[in-house]
């Protein structure tokens, strides 16, 4: 009877959510979408033309800047003036067609217009004649975005498409035109999310003139090793003229081709040259592709601000060049989308080139390699990442807390104003760090609001669960050990809000001025804590001594999906710490780890793991490579915000040697390294740490050699790498790389060092078949590996030359306590030693703590006897396989969860396998009454989601799509390895 009962309240749910929200349901038949699309003629040539809009959310001009075409002296742009021209043009033709992409901007849009203009945009979107393509908040970047957050922000514009328009919102076709690069995880985003088809217009120079010869410029992309196919199969198509119209075809306001003057009795009276020059350009382009349908991308950045221009030369294009099939001509032109074009080509039931691998990297000369960008605003790209935690963690607490979250004892607080922040942060110029300067900071601006916004939230939602509505006071400046009320008060909380599904350790570092203090945690038991002295570095680069002098290092256990309560006192029978000893033995070792340095230079020399018996040589320095400047001959790229181009191969050593401090006690030992004024490191390593913390400090860049410098670290290492190295792919699956080699196509390396850069977003590693040394990085960098057995990551940029390629000036970024200096930059980097088969089993969940870190919180004085000092909001931790990716509040009575098994399959011998999760049992104090599962982007039912399907060419059998098998029960998931599934849950609110 239970499980009758809970199918019904399943299926119940699933019909109210549909009328609620928009999602369709099997009474629903919209004629939108591909049923909608316009006829063609089988028997001749088909020319999709595809009018479109490319409208950057934020690059030379801000988000406000560019919505309401302000600052025009700048760029010409405003993307409110082009909604308003392309809608009334709509109407005047039911053949023409319009694409919009960022639902950033239609959102702003939408919200102005009055009810008739609503009605008209509605209708216009029910008859197919503006279709939504992509879909997302914005056309994020694909190198130095986390996955989690690309599916945050694409969800946060689905669902607006959804609750607006309903299943004709509801986009069919990614479409990524002016990214640099494409990553294999986006694919497989995409593909999760029901999408049948994915456009993009940059591809590598070389492997465009390959696939233009072998007609493989559209193909089939399978975007995952763990899912089995057809799960993240993609069809892909590349567009021949990357997203702008043909040459001699552009007739936007600023275009200066020639219009058609189709009136014979006026001068230059142009209609058969115009026709004759467009079936020559379209019978060029059909050379390339497989069928007899192509598309053409009739439009560009900021364009049909002047609609009329561009819908009015179409037309005439179209009637004359379709006029000439009367005297044989196999042509036709017509109005269309990429979804309209995506059917055609699935109507074709050709077979496609498979690919495996991603796009990276991509260059579009021989000497210019669009790789700077992954390192470029490292301070932007640490703050982004810190942003998605904080974000993560108010989405969770504001479900904990309940509706008081959002209206508790500290004001109204909401999540909105973060989720919006960062998912224009995710824009391909916003996170990439490839705008102007001040659009940058408006980026920032940007999240800093939304962290007041999401602190409120968790200090509504702390005063809930803990019962008590103790002002709470966030440090943001722990990573220069600034925090105002750790260092005057003599007793204060700590509260640690712990994100993760499973327990964490976490060791603190709070700025103090006593010399020592008591900690206790939530039962009142002591805490093992050491004093010590603040380094130099962090005294230079805070500016002001007048700040903490030391450093209070303890180690916090926090619970799954909760937080913990710690007490800590001043006390003053102690004596000061002990300050740094310029010598001492150069060894640094816990129960896990050995860490050796050489006495003659004080740099690395060897790590050990001591669990495992594994021993490597490895050091580890700083280098910088000499920006290329350019000198405005063909061959000469200048590095710059896109593209990196040192003018040597061989990086500069910034010193062989680093002068030396050592701190040495119970709980954190640490050498702390200074390269040069510029430079310093601390390598750390904690009491209860299997992993090497590298706490580098890079800034501010000197350039009165006027040389632009772009800083890297090198690990060198005994292992035998044999020009192989790993990245990963948006924080999920990693791939393999192999100097000077791509998989599909035979590579004239003309860049030894720019051409084997790849980015990272969370870990890069080398191996041998003995050992794995693995780096997990803070943000989002560029790295390779140009000699064997080594890794390089790239940290900081600081160039003098502007790149060409749009932006318009140099990366030379200045910025900490008011100077006009460089800017400083600092970061972690998590070293570990491990063997081949066992080191996903260290570096997932390392990789996972980093994304996801514990939120400290601490109020003054000690807590009220009342407050309930620990909380969990799980029932168990879950798995160690399962993270727990998303806990969002949806509706008032709804929740919207993402569980993910974060191992790939055969990575681990213990997690790589089937692992299955109650959804009842969850929540310790949310009670779940009901559970629809839905696509990635939550904007359809699962067992609704359907997609079309592709054969590659490779002659194997694919599996046609069918239902996965079922789950044990009702409430009982079960996931495969590297899958996320999705649940609309209803809950019950208090």
Not at 319 to 338: C, D, E, F, M, W
Not at 613 to 633: C, D
Request: net charge negative; with cysteine.
């Amino acid at each position: 009877m239970a499980a009758y009962r809970n199918t019904a309240v399943l299926l119940l749910f699933s019909f109210l959510q549909a009328c609620v929200s928009g999602l369709p349901t099997n009474a629903r038949d919209p004629v939108c979408g591909y049923k909608s699309c316009p006829a063609t003629q089988p028997s001749m040539l088909n020319v999709h033309l595809v009018p479109h809009t490319h409208d950057d959310v934020g690059w030379l001009k801000t988000v406000d800047q560019y919505y309401y075409g302000d600052r025009n002296d700048i760029q010409h742009a405003g993307v409110q003036y082009i909604l308003d021209s392309v809608v009334q043009e709509l109407q005047k033709d039911p053949s023409r067609r319009f694409i919009y992409v960022e639902s950033a901007f239609f959102y702003r849009w939408w919200k102005q217009q009055k009810q008739a203009m609503r009605r008209t945009v509605t209708q216009l979107v029910n008859e197919g004649r503006l279709e939504f393509i992509n879909g997302g908040w914005c056309m994020s970047d694909e190198a130095t975005t986390h996955y989690s957050a690309v599916i945050d922000q694409m969800t946060l514009g689905l669902r607006f498409l959804n609750d607006t328009f309903g299943p004709c919102g509801r986009p069919r076709v990614a479409w990524h035109i002016d990214p640099f690069g494409h990553a294999r995880e986006h694919a497989s985003i995409f593909a999760q999310m029901g999408y049948d088809g994915f456009f993009f217009g940059r591809l590598d120079y070389q492997d465009k003139q390959r696939r233009t010869v072998a007609k493989e410029l559209e193909l089939l992309w399978r975007a995952s090793e763990s899912l089995s196919a057809p799960t993240a199969d993609l069809f892909t198509g590349i567009l021949p003229n990357g997203y702008n119209p043909p040459a001699y075809f552009c007739w936007d306001q600023f275009c200066d081709d020639a219009p058609i003057r189709d009136d014979p009795d006026l001068e230059d009276f142009n209609v058969h040259e115009i026709v004759q020059l467009f079936l020559e350009t379209a019978r060029n382009q059909s050379k390339m592709y497989k069928t007899n349908h192509i598309i053409m991308t009739m439009g560009s950045d900021f364009q049909y601000e002047n609609a009329n221009l561009w819908f009015k030369n179409m037309d005439k294009l179209i009637r004359y060049v379709n006029g000439q099939q009367a005297a044989g001509s196999q042509v036709n032109v017509l109005y269309s989308t990429p979804s309209c074009y995506l059917q055609e080509l699935h109507r074709a039931n050709s077979t496609w080139a498979l690919k495996t691998d991603d796009f990276f990297p991509y260059a579009d000369d021989a000497h210019d390699f669009w790789t700077g960008y992954f390192t470029s605003r490292p301070a932007l790209k640490l703050y982004e990442r810190k942003s998605n935690s904080l974000l993560q963690t108010c989405n969770q607490l504001e479900v904990l807390g309940g509706p008081q979250s959002r209206s508790g004892p500290f004001g109204k607080g909401s999540s909105d104003f973060m989720r919006r922040a960062m998912a224009v942060a995710q824009h391909h110029d916003a996170v990439s760090g490839t705008e102007k300067q001040h659009v940058a900071y408006d980026y920032a601006r940007r999240l800093a609001t939304g962290w007041d916004y999401c602190q409120v939230v968790v200090m509504n939602s702390m005063a809930v669960l803990s019962g008590s509505d103790v002002s709470r006071v966030f440090c943001e400046k722990l990573n220069i050990s600034v925090c105002p009320l750790t260092e005057a008060s003599k007793m204060f909380s700590m509260n640690v809000y712990n994100p993760l599904a499973r327990p964490v350790n976490w060791y603190v570092h709070l700025p103090v001025n006593g010399s020592a203090y008591s900690v206790a945690d939530a039962q009142g038991n002591p805490v093992s804590c050491e004093v010590i002295p603040v380094s130099k570095a962090t005294q230079v680069l805070r500016g002001d001594q007048s700040w903490a002098q030391n450093e209070l290092v303890f180690q916090v256990q926090a619970p799954p999906l909760g937080y913990t309560t710690y007490s800590i006192s001043l006390l003053q029978n102690r004596p000061p710490p002990p300050p740094p000893r310029p010598n001492a033995p150069l060894t640094m070792q816990n129960k896990f780890l050995k860490v050796t340095f050489d006495p003659a230079t004080g740099l690395l020399s060897g790590l050990s793991n001591l669990e495992t018996q594994q021993s490597i040589k490895l050091s580890q320095n700083f280098y910088w490579y000499n920006a290329s400047a350019g000198n405005n001959e063909e061959s000469d790229q200048p590095s710059g915000a896109y593209i990196f181009r040192p003018n040597t191969s061989t990086p500069f050593i910034i010193s062989k040697s680093a002068k030396l401090q050592i701190v040495q006690n119970g709980v954190v030992q640490e050498v702390r390294q200074v390269f040069s004024p510029w430079v310093s490191q601390v390598v750390r390593l904690h009491e209860e740490s299997r992993e090497l913390e590298l706490e580098w400090t890079v800034g501010p860049i000197p350039i009165q050699d006027a040389l632009g410098k772009e800083v890297i670290t090198r690990l060198d290492s005994s292992i035998q790498t044999d020009g192989y190295f790993y990245t990963d792919s948006n924080g999920r699956e990693v791939l393999e790389r192999r100097r000077d080699y791509r998989p599909t196509w035979d590579l004239k390396q003309s860049e030894p060092i720019a051409g084997n850069y790849y980015p990272i977003n969370s870990r890069a590693y080398i191996k041998d078949k003995a050992s794995q040394l693995t780096v997990v990085t803070d943000r989002s960098q560029g790295a390779s590996s140009i000699i064997d057995g080594s890794l390089e990551i790239m940290l900081h940029r600081r160039l003098l030359y502007d790149d060409v390629r749009g932006v318009g000036e140099p990366l030379n970024e200045t910025g900490g306590w008011g100077s006009s200096e460089g800017l400083v930059v600092r970061g972690r980097l998590l070293v570990t030693l491990t063997p081949p088969e066992t080191a996903a089993d260290t570096h997932r969940p390392l990789a996972q703590q980093q994304v996801l870190q514990p939120l400290l919180s601490f109020s003054e004085g000690k807590a009220k006897p009342t407050t309930r000092l620990e909380f969990s909001g799980l029932q168990a931790a879950l798995p160690p396989a399962v993270h727990l990716l998303t806990v969002s509040q949806w509706d008032f009575d709804s929740v919207l969860l993402r569980l993910e098994h974060q191992y790939q399959s055969g990575e681990s011998k213990a997690y790589s396998q089937p692992v299955t999760v109650n959804l009842q049992k969850l929540f310790s104090e949310v009670e779940v009454l009901g559970a629809t599962e839905m696509s990635l982007g939550a904007n359809q039912w699962k067992s609704e989601m359907t997609r079309l399907d592709w054969r590659p060419s490779t002659g194997e059998a694919v599996p046609p799509p069918s239902k996965r098998p079922a789950d044990p029960s009702p409430w009982e998931v079960t996931l495969k390895p590297m899958e996320i599934r999705t649940f609309l849950l209803r809950i019950k609110q208090s």
